[in-house]
């Protein structure tokens, strides 16, 4: 296969993808304008005071979801404490002033989309949502519990112009079976990695519905559904002021054999001081990273197929394959990649004889004043790189 004609082919069914993606939204958009709305603090047990708990109050309101086409509350600014998660209905429109701040005081996640009970499968879950706005403060290390944002098995959401804050291990969000989902215009700040324990967590993670092992929450089928129809565009993900940066800004640590995460898109976003790579794609195929930012972060981008390790080598029936998925169609294109390296290379592509990468393309990003290798490509077929500047510190 001719790789000047694949290539623009896959530049072709990428687009489209992003096109369906952006129509999506604008659909979900204008689906919950129409939702029946509600201002929160007008509901009694809903304070946003600092003091009393607001979660129970806010969760009535949640619930209306379920007799209604839709759900719309409006949250005025104040401070509003989470004494217990909050649990998504379906079309739902979570929309928060930028000055309301919602402040975890207890040991699990702040947002759930799935009970504890229940048995979702595929994309069937409790999707068309927004969530919009507001600081969402973990408060480590006051209270653990890890992952802030838990969204499995469902489809049509929208996470955007939000703060996620102070986090300790965990993920700010999972992603797990998800599909048709946009993050955009959000600040991911402040992680611990527990003393290393964790230094390899993102602060959005895209995962499978593998085992209870990768996904405690209860609520899923463990179907081995993978996410599909990813954008994640122009967000930040850095330091606070009081915790460093994430392990990984983007990325998936856990795969299964013949399954994988496709039509990612990773475009115009700022990551500074990872700890580990900005945006570490495993078993990913159909992959867009355009036009984003790294700043002394310890790895840049990391294209990788799944461990050949008794556990992300196993298929759907749990029997080891003892080889890794091949990945084709990654799209690395006028990326920035400032400083770091303390981890590992600016740009790492590693396939191998028997499941090789093919069809990348690596366009114009600019490596600068990074120590290491700039750039790693190992087990590539049918693949271009062109225009990379490298400058060595």
């Known amino acids: 296969m001719d790789k000047e004609q694949k290539l623009p082919a896959v530049f072709n069914e990428l687009a489209e993808t992003l096109r369906d993606i952006s129509r999506t939204s604008n659909h979900l958009n204008e689906k919950l304008k129409s939702a029946y709305t509600i201002v929160a603090t007008d509901h009694p047990?809903?304070?946003?005071?600092?003091?009393?708990?607001d979660a129970k109050g806010i969760q009535r309101l949640l619930n209306l979801a379920d007799g209604k086409k839709g759900i719309h509350i409006v949250f005025p600014p104040g401070l509003y404490t989470l004494r217990r998660p909050l649990r998504l209905k379906p079309n739902t429109f979570f929309e928060a002033s930028n000055d309301a701040i919602f402040r975890k005081k207890h040991h699990g996640p702040m947002l759930l989309n799935l009970h504890r009970r229940d048995r979702m499968r595929v994309y069937r879950g409790n999707g068309n949502l927004i969530i919009r706005g507001g600081t969402w403060d973990a408060n480590y290390p006051v209270y653990r519990g890890g992952t802030?944002?838990?969204?499995?098995?469902?489809?049509?959401?929208?996470?955007?112009?939000?703060?996620?804050?102070?986090?300790?291990?965990?993920?700010?969000?999972?992603l797990n079976a998800m599909r048709n989902i946009e993050v955009r215009h959000c600040k991911f700040l402040g992680?611990?990695?527990?003393?290393?324990?964790?230094?390899?967590?993102?602060?959005?993670?895209?995962?499978?519905?593998?085992?209870?092992?990768?996904?405690?929450?209860?609520?899923?089928?463990?179907?081995?559904?993978?996410?599909?129809?990813?954008?994640?565009?122009?967000?930040?993900?850095?330091?606070?002021?009081?915790?460093?940066?994430?392990?990984?800004?983007?990325?998936?640590?856990?795969?299964?054999?013949?399954?994988?995460?496709?039509?990612?898109?990773?475009?115009?976003?700022?990551?500074?001081?990872?700890?580990?790579?900005?945006v570490r794609a495993y078993s990913w195929r159909d992959v867009v990273l355009y036009n984003n930012r790294m700043e002394s972060c310890g790895g840049g981008i990391a294209i990788h197929p799944n461990y050949v390790d008794g556990r992300n080598d196993t298929d759907s029936k749990n029997r080891p394959t003892g080889r890794s998925n091949p990945i084709k169609n990654v799209l690395i294109i006028q990326n920035a990649i400032?400083?770091?390296?303390?981890?590992?290379?600016a740009i790492r592509l590693k396939?191998?004889?028997?499941?090789?990468?093919?069809?990348?393309?690596?366009?114009?990003?600019?490596?600068?004043?990074?120590?290491?290798?700039?750039?790693?490509?190992?087990?590539?077929?049918?693949?271009?790189?062109?225009n990379e500047t490298a400058l060595s510190r």
């Open 338 to 345: 400032l400083g770091g390296g303390n981890y590992a290379s």
């Open 191 to 278: 992680y611990d990695d527990r003393n290393g324990e964790r230094a390899y967590s993102e602060a959005i993670q895209l995962d499978l519905a593998k085992a209870r092992r990768v996904f405690p929450w209860g609520g899923s089928v463990f179907d081995q559904t993978t996410c599909k129809d990813i954008w994640i565009h122009h967000n930040s993900f850095g330091p606070s002021d009081t915790k460093g940066s994430w392990g990984r800004a983007i990325g998936s640590h856990s795969a299964t054999a013949d399954r994988w995460h496709e039509r990612i898109f990773v475009t115009d976003n700022k990551m500074k001081e990872t700890l580990q790579w900005a």
């Open 148 to 174: 802030s944002f838990v969204l499995g098995h469902a489809e049509n959401v929208i996470i955007e112009q939000l703060q996620l804050v102070e986090h300790g291990g965990g993920h700010a969000i999972e």
């Open 45 to 53: 047990l809903v304070r946003a005071d600092g003091r009393h708990d």
């Open 351 to 386: 396939g191998d004889e028997k499941s090789p990468i093919t069809c990348a393309c690596l366009r114009g990003n600019h490596v600068e004043s990074f120590p290491g290798k700039g750039i790693l490509v190992t087990g590539t077929a049918n693949s271009l790189i062109h």
